[in-house]
T-cell receptor, first 115, second 113 residues
């Protein structure tokens, strides 16, 4: 079965500091996409960042960046200069392009940001 | 503004009753999905649809049904056969063939007593 594992159920970070959330996945496919989604207390899921598996360069979006290690099937999210608004549950997910766009999600990591 | 709407935000039903959750999108996306989220857990796929008049079961389809008569709409019915229906339900859509990132609605919290 294809799975996504987020080994850190909870993380905390001091405001303005950097935090890294871990994610590993298991797929035998070669063409897939990886995502980090954020779910704040409002429960509205929003996309944080996307990585195409065929790209070697790590994706970045402002203060958010990923460390994509394809051979190790690892996809961690780094949040720099953490802000209070970053407090949320973060989900790692992947989609295999030949699988009808179905996403497989991890169980999430709850991030607390301390002022 | 384009997006996904789900209604209502909170829904209460008595055990034994069927209930339908609404999901509408104006993003012109072909694919739509229904997920269930339980406290402290990730998203589990209930049903998905890639085109109008066609849909497939996800990982936890038992006790649920869907229809896709219009591209914009993908309602989910929680039947009395669903043993533990109380949960948070999220609808999503995606554009096939391009990244497959999903756009989510605000969700519906269903409580069955």
């Amino acid at each position: 079965a294809q799975t996504v594992t987020q080994s850190q159920p909870e993380m905390s970070v001091q405001e303005a500091e950097t935090v890294t959330l871990s994610c590993t996945y298991d797929t035998s496919e070669s063409d897939y996409y990886l995502f980090w989604y954020k779910q704040p207390p409002s429960r509205q899921m929003i996309l944080v960042i996307r990585q195409e598996a065929y790209k070697q360069q790590n994706a970045t979006e402002n203060r958010f960046s990923v460390n994509f290690q394809k051979a190790a099937k690892s996809f961690s999210l780094k949040i720099s200069d953490s802000q209070l608004g970053d407090a949320a549950m973060y989900f790692c997910a992947y989609v295999v392009s030949t699988n009808a766009g179905k996403s497989t999600f991890g169980d999430g990591t709850t991030l607390t940001v301390k002022p | 503004d384009g997006g996904i709407t789900q209604s209502p935000k909170y829904l209460f039903r008595k055990e034994g009753q069927n209930v339908t959750l609404s999901c509408e999108q104006n993003l012109n996306h072909d694919a739509m999905y229904w997920y269930r989220q339980d406290p402290g857990q990730g998203l589990r796929l209930i049903y998905y649809s890639q085109i109008v008049n066609d849909f497939q079961k996800g990982d936890i389809a038992e006790g649920y049904s869907v229809s896709r008569e219009k591209k914009e709409s993908f309602p989910l019915t929680v039947t009395s056969a669903q043993k533990n229906p109380t949960a948070f339900y999220l609808c999503a859509s995606s554009r096939q063939g391009l990244y497959y990132e999903q756009y989510f609605g605000p969700g519906t919290r269903l409580t069955v007593t």
